[in-house]
């Protein structure tokens, strides 16, 4: 995101024409007709509002000047009538803001929507390493400030800057045709004097608010932190020491809002002294003028009313100014996340992936997440098809990583990853990714029903799948149990369920899949022992005529495995069936029989 004081740099400022530019194709779709048509009304609407407030002025000023007349009996008809349309005006200028914004307010909410959808699709589009190495909450902040900017940016420039600048030049042009050309230079330079101060202070009190918020979050801080740890400061007599700490963050929030108070009041002070400065001298030329015969009395009410009508609008300049900034860096930021490269890519008309035999080959692969430390350092091995394999090795031997590289969250710096012979950067990442299942260690849910979540592995699936599906990885039994069965909600990230029957949603949801390569990625390491018998037996038959993959811990899970890989440091150092390594006596036995003495351990001092 840009700093705050950006849109003081000429760059910045260029940066921020460019955000508008690139926010108009959202305001006028091209595909969209009636969208435009309700733009061009409101527009139209815009105008006529302005054209109305404009002429009020007009009558005020004959119906002054009719009951101003001395030595001719005024036509009360006449001066009703200018009342009336006075009135009336006042009113047409309400409707047509009022209609206007009932117009266009599709209009608004139909780009901030486009928008928000645009920035949510190209955010699954980015890759892993994007989402791992940015906060989530800070990713849906900064989407979140960018759509509700829009619709404050538009109404901003659209409803008060734009016909501001309308009424300015209009103000100017009947000031020079009714009073001259020194009427209507007096007015350039009030406003133009009103608009630089105003900016300048609207700078020196956004830095004092920064300032402000960042002491407030600071009392927060050191008031939510000390009252956390009560006891210790208990422990330490600590009261006064943590009185003084938080004392010393509230005396300078203090002092800042003391300070940002006062700017404002400053502000209204400047301000009211050129608006007051420009009414008095316009008056006192009207005065002026009356007394010299060039002018009426009904021009003394003229000029104040066009003035006061001009510097209504004006008033709010510091506000607009400063959510106009603001909108135009959180729309920056949200652009910004549209920019971000796409690491993973489908090659340009990439082919489906099918498969055959779903065979799974790793060929000298080198992989490292950053450019200095490798993690996978030429890894070669094969799955045949239909085969039971597990992969094994001490932390940070790789073990995961081969799972995120076979989804092709990441692509290798070198070698390839294939399937069925095919070259899986090559072909589609849909189509890789629906022939592979995953049961991972921990088993996320959405926050939706089981049935939803079920579903979840294939889209529009049809209940008799769910339920087929809840039968074969054994939740009939919890759903049985439940009120409201397949329609129960599981709660954010699936905590309403134990972390059996997690996995075994995941299971369920596989299986509706039906993908041909399945991967257990440490399925069982979360649970219990008595539940991982259990999900082991779920995850055989599940197993049964596809090829699978298990990374596992536990080496008593995958001890009937048709081969085991066993990597160390991103390298395949031994392979073989359990017997053949334990035989081997190599990192797979010591491994077994430091997991068997710790399960000893375990044992005994249970009894």
């Not at 006042?90 to 047509?96: D, E, P």
């Not at 909410?109 to 800070?138: K, M, Y």
């Not at 979140?144 to 409803?159: A, Q, V």
């Not at 592979?436 to 079920?454: A, E």
Request: glycine fraction near 8%; proline fraction near 4%.
């Amino acid at each position: 995101m840009p700093p705050d004081n950006a849109i003081n740099d000429p760059n910045a400022r260029h940066d921020g024409w460019r955000t508008v530019a690139r926010f108009l194709p959202y305001l006028w779709p091209k595909d969209n007709l009636a969208l435009r048509w309700r733009i061009i009304v409101a527009v139209v609407l815009i105008v006529a509002a302005k054209g109305t407030m404009l002429s009020l002025p007009f009558f005020y000023k004959k119906a002054v000047d009719g009951m101003s007349l001395e030595n001719e009996n005024p036509v009360l008809t006449v001066i009703f009538a200018f009342v009336l349309a006075y009135a009336l005006g006042r009113f047409a200028a309400v409707l047509f803001d009022q209609l206007r914004n009932m117009v266009f307010e599709k209009v608004g909410q139909d780009a901030a929507r486009a928008l928000a959808e645009n920035v949510f699709s190209r955010l699954h589009q980015l890759s892993l390493r994007f989402h791992l190495n940015r906060r989530t909450g800070e990713i849906t902040k900064v989407v979140e400030r960018g759509t509700k900017s829009i619709d404050i940016m538009l109404y901003f420039l659209l409803f008060n800057l734009a016909p501001t600048v309308i009424e300015l030049l209009a103000v100017a042009v009947i000031f020079y045709f009714q009073f001259g050309p020194g009427l209507v230079a007096a007015t350039a330079f009030a406003v133009i004097s009103y608009a630089l101060i105003t900016r300048w202070i609207t700078e020196w009190r956004t830095k004092l608010r920064e300032k402000m918020n960042r002491l407030d979050g600071q009392v927060m801080s050191r008031a939510v932190d000390s009252l956390l740890n009560y006891e210790t400061v208990k422990y330490f007599g600590a009261e006064q020491r943590e009185l003084d700490r938080y004392s010393q963050a509230t005396r300078a929030w203090a002092e800042a809002a003391v300070k940002s108070e006062n700017s404002l009041g400053l502000l209204n002070i400047a301000q009211a002294v050129i608006v007051n400065l420009l009414m008095a001298g316009a008056m006192g030329y009207a005065v002026w003028g009356w007394s010299r015969g060039t002018l009426t009395v009904g021009d003394l009410v003229f000029v104040n009313t066009y003035l006061v009508q001009l510097f209504r609008p004006l008033d709010m300049l510091g506000t607009v100014y400063r959510t106009v900034r603001q909108g135009l860096i959180d729309m920056a930021a949200m652009f910004g996340l549209m920019d971000t490269e796409v690491e993973v890519q489908d090659a340009p008309g990439a082919p489906t992936l099918l498969i055959n035999r779903p065979t799974v080959a790793f060929e000298n692969v080198v992989f490292g997440y950053e450019e200095e430390r490798t993690i996978l350092h030429r890894l070669s091995f094969e799955v045949p098809a239909g085969a039971k394999v597990a992969i094994v090795g001490p932390s940070g031997a790789g073990k995961s990583t081969v799972a995120r590289l076979l989804f092709r969250f990441y692509d290798p710096q070198e070698g390839r990853i294939l399937i069925d012979g095919q070259d899986i950067s090559k072909v589609t990442q849909a189509s890789l990714r629906a022939a592979i299942g995953i049961v991972p260690q921990d088993s996320v849910l959405l926050n939706d029903t089981i049935g939803y979540n079920i579903g979840y592995g294939r889209n529009d699936t049809p209940q008799t799948d769910i339920e087929a599906a809840a039968r074969d990885a054994a939740l009939l039994p919890l759903i049985e149990r439940l009120p409201k069965g397949y329609d129960t909600q599981v709660g954010e990230r699936g905590l309403k369920l134990s972390g059996g029957e997690k996995q075994r949603v995941a299971i369920a949801r596989t299986l509706v899949k039906n993908p041909p390569i399945l991967l257990l990625d440490e399925a069982t390491s979360a649970l219990d022992t008595r539940t991982e018998q259990d999900i082991l037996d779920t995850l055989h038959r599940v197993a049964e005529n596809r090829t699978t993959i298990s990374i596992a811990h536990r080496l008593s899970t995958i001890a009937d495995a048709d081969t085991i890989f066993v990597l160390r440091d991103g390298r395949l150092v031994e392979s073989g069936g359990h017997g053949q390594l334990l035989r081997h006596d190599g990192l797979y036995a010591e491994m077994w029989a430091r997991q068997a003495a710790e399960a000893d351990e375990l044992g005994e001092a249970a009894q």
